[in-house]
């Protein structure tokens, strides 16, 4: 072997002065091309902040407009308010001849409608040739939300027209109710819009085409020749959804608009749009004039850097082109040469720069080259002396290999075996250390792929030492499948690519692994799918077939099972739900999940076909609500609570389907037990999302804390003096945006998150307060206060009545506290006891909601109550049902003869307010009587004609 400094090569080095000019070259076209790039950049960023600035200038003009069209509108709707408390209410003899008087033409109302509660037309006024007027569909819909809000109403609508139209409920001088309805057209909002603002408007109806609308029929327009054909450009240019509202700014467009689309929601016949449009063409020579300024700024930047650039970099790159001619004579072991150049090519600066440490780097480069060279002759001798040592330590190694837990094998590329240990030759049943043409593929291999083991392996048979993991079966000589886990290196031999195999059984584990895993997905004493493992599965369904799919959760819930295990020990009750598992997985349909989520709980998912119209209802589930059970001499039936409820999409989940599902499972076992119920078929509010309830209840605490509870007074007449006797309080719950929100909305959750008695005091508190400013007034019309079985219960109920009685002042006498829920009540005496509360500060008591409960009765007898307040059910339909007027007298004549007076709710007309009348009732209260209004509307003077 020579040594590295015995070679020799000519002293001359390939440094000619075009290998130098080609690096700059290229160094400078790198560094143009990098300057390029960045300013480049920078002028995009530059246009694209140019455009975002006028799309938003564009976005904030088009939020302005439309705050103009809504206050042109709400403007409109004021002015129709005004005018319509200036129009003379017509006389019934007006109505009865139906005579027409054109409305006023400085107005510019087209038509006047006068309707009843009902919505039907008594009275119109209508200028001649005017076809203006509002749908069935419409006149509908509004009369309905006035019903229901009492307060007027403004629509903006488009059937064949477009006009403005407002809906008030008045009461007349002789105590008629009507409905007065303005109608004027949108033309003259379109006008003020235009006049005001210098853009374009328009009123359209749309049809849906696809995934997107499409202009039908363009009805009001400011401008109908021009905006006509602008809006068909731009709808043809973009894609509206229906119910979206849409901006429209396109910088590509020949012409330069911008346009919001408008859903006129309030419509209730078509799809109709509102599209404001503005001329924005100044905005396109401001971007054309700003893409000159960026281009013309970036080429001269771009020119002085490159100029700069060159002027900094060439000293630097002649100097290490210099340093680069001593890099060639280090391989040919020159090194004498190489100090000689180095040490005539010294930095002249001051100071020192990255060169210089080049320049010193390559000289203890040298110095090092130089010392291993002489040391590669020192380890050669050394080498000798470890070969042989390695000798000694070959029988050691395969002593080791023999005696290893691994499967141990060198094989070629083609799987052909050259060395294999003890273990792999026990496995294989081969008896010679390397056996003639044995191969490993026919022991390891993975019985699910067609590609051999030997195949997998190529693709590190390139490198030396190159590995690759993974598992694999090994397939033993008497046939058994053992599972192991292999590395492979690759090795090379002779300049021959080999793999060196060794592998592991992890038979053992693999098996305990599996046993862990299958119970950590099923239930250990019934075997079904756990709780995680349903709701997994469930929520994999509901994704992919919720489109097509009807699809119910059916759970199961054994009553009492908890006293079961008492009574016949925990291994009975295992054994039971061993056979209701069983039981369940014969009648629920074969693809149907079966989970145990809970102690005596289970839950299934059923799914049926849209197509087919199946559901539960026809597999018969009602045999499973009683089981019999038997083990040995033990028989008993046990009753099992079933509760179906179906997916929608108004659910997050099979999470919060099992959620509700639960709490509806709950109100069921707390009044039925061992029955099937469809909660699908209930306006129960447990039905509600988990969503909705958090978010209401936050509402109501928010409405607690807040004080943005408002009481509504009820009256209830006294049939004996046809005057008010007293006021039932209603609480009304204000929002964020101060609507109104009915009580049916927050009760339930209120009685769900224990809030009821917060709320209860609350009122109590306001209602009081009003009491003590009509003791102050003279007033001596009485309260009616509902208070509830768990504000009731509170264990300082009776201290708690006695502070808001001193804080407010409000006088007992002329308090009645409605007790609702008395079916809560834990029993009669402890009802007796909380109701003494109210008698001894000396509020009279009423009892609500009589005849719905199975404890009415009883309680009626045995508590100290001064009212009986017969529920509304019982009187909505008594001028039609014999069966009601039957129960109803009957009710009265026990009251009457246990000394309690009679309060009928619910009276909506006259001839139930007659039938009772005759009955001998003394109180009646309904919407035939007055509505739920709040203080500022109520009338104390109020009495029913002719009674």
Known sequence: ????????????????????????????????????????????????????????????????????????????????????????????????????????????????????????????????????????????????????????????????????????????????????????????????????????????????????????????????????????????????????????????????????????????????????????????ALIVQAIKDIFFSTLITLFLIIILISLILKPSLDRLMRLAKILPMLPEGRFADAKKLLNQRHSRQKYSDEIDILQNTIGDVIDSLERMDASVNQHRDELKSKIEALTEAKFFTEMLLDTSPLAVIIHDTKGTIRNINKMGRELTGQNLKAPVNANINTWVRNEHQSKSLSSSLQSITDTTGKKMQGQMPFFTDDG???????????????????????????????????????????????????????????????????????????????????????????????????????????????????????????????????????????????????????????????????????????????????????????????KVRGSLYYAAESDDTSRVSRHEKYRMKEQLQAALSGNRLVLFYQPILDLNTNSISHCECLVRMLDDEGQFISPAQFLGIAAESGMMPRLDFSVMEKAMRQQRAWEDSGITTGLSINITAPTLEQPDFEERLAEILKRTGANPDRLIFEVVETDALESISAARKLLNNFKSVGAKIAFDDFGIGFTSFEYVRELPVDYIKIDQSFIRFIHERESDRVLVKSMVEMSHNLGKKVIVEGVENRQSLDIVLDMGVEYVQGYYVCRPMPISALDLSLSIRDL
């Open 480 to 670: 058994r499948k053992l599972y192991f886990l292999w590395t492979h290196t690759c090795l090379h031999v002779n300049d021959e690519p080999h793999i060196l195999s060794m592998g592991i059984d992890i038979t053992e584990r693999k098996e305990a692994a599996e046993s862990l895993h299958w119970l950590g997905q099923h239930d250990r004493i019934t075997g079904l799918l756990n709780r995680s493992s349903f709701t997994e599965l469930a929520n994999d369904y509901i994704h992919k077939h919720r489109d097509e799919d009807l699809i119910e959760l059916v759970m199961f819930d054994i009553d009492d099972f908890a006293i079961f295990n008492d009574r016949f020990s925990f291994d009975a009750g295992d054994h039971l739900l061993n056979e209701l598992a069983a039981h369940l997985a014969q009648v629920l349909p074969e693809d149907c999940p079966i989970a145990r989520t809970g102690s005596g709980e289970f839950c299934a998912i059923v799914h049926h076909s849209l197509a087919s119209g199946k559901s539960v209802k026809d597999l018969n589930l009602e045999a499973l609500t009683r089981y019999a059970f038997t083990k040995g001499s033990l028989t008993e039936e046990i009753c099992v609570s079933i509760v179906v409820d179906s997916y929608d999409e108004g659910l997050s989940g099979i999470d919060e389907l099992i959620s509700n599902t639960t709490s509806t499972m709950g109100k069921v076992k707390s």
């Open 1 to 284: 072997m020579k040594k590295t400094t015995e070679l020799t090569k000519p002293d001359s080095a390939p440094t000619s002065p075009t290998v130098k000019l080609g690096l700059q070259r290229k160094l400078s076209g790198v560094l143009f091309f990098a300057v390029a790039l960045v300013m480049g950049g920078r002028g995009y960023v530059s246009y694209v902040q140019t455009v975002q600035t006028h799309r938003a200038a564009v976005t904030e003009n088009l939020d302005q407009l439309e705050e103009t069209f809504n206050a042109i509108s709400d403007r409109s709707s004021n002015e129709l308010f005004r005018l319509a408390d200036q129009y003379p209410i017509p006389s019934k003899q007006e109505i009865t001849e139906g005579s027409n008087t054109p409305p006023s033409l400085l107005s510019g109302i087209e038509s006047i409608y006068y309707f009843n509660s009902k919505g039907e037309i008594l009275f119109t006024s209508i200028q001649d040739g005017s076809t203006i007027k509002p749908s069935p569909t419409q006149i509908t819909n509004s009369v309905n939300l006035l019903n229901r809000n009492h307060r007027p109403i403004s629509k903006l609508s488009c059937n064949k027209q477009c006009f403005q139209s407002v809906f008030i409920p008045i009461i007349t001088n002789d105590g008629r109710e009507l409905i007065i309805n303005i109608n004027r057209s949108a033309a003259l909002l379109t006008q003020d819009f235009f006049e005001i603002t210098r853009a374009d408007i328009a009123l359209m109806t749309m049809t849906q085409q696809r995934n997107s609308l499409a202009l039908k029929e363009l009805i009001a327009a400011s401008h109908a020749t021009s905006t006509s054909a602008v809006i068909t450009n731009i709808i043809e240019a973009t894609k509206i959804l229906p119910g979206e509202t849409k901006d429209f700014f396109d910088i590509s467009a020949s012409s330069f608009y911008s346009a919001r689309f408008l859903p006129l929601k309030n419509n209730d016949d078509s799809i109709t749009y509102i599209a404001i449009i503005k001329d924005q063409s100044q905005i396109q």
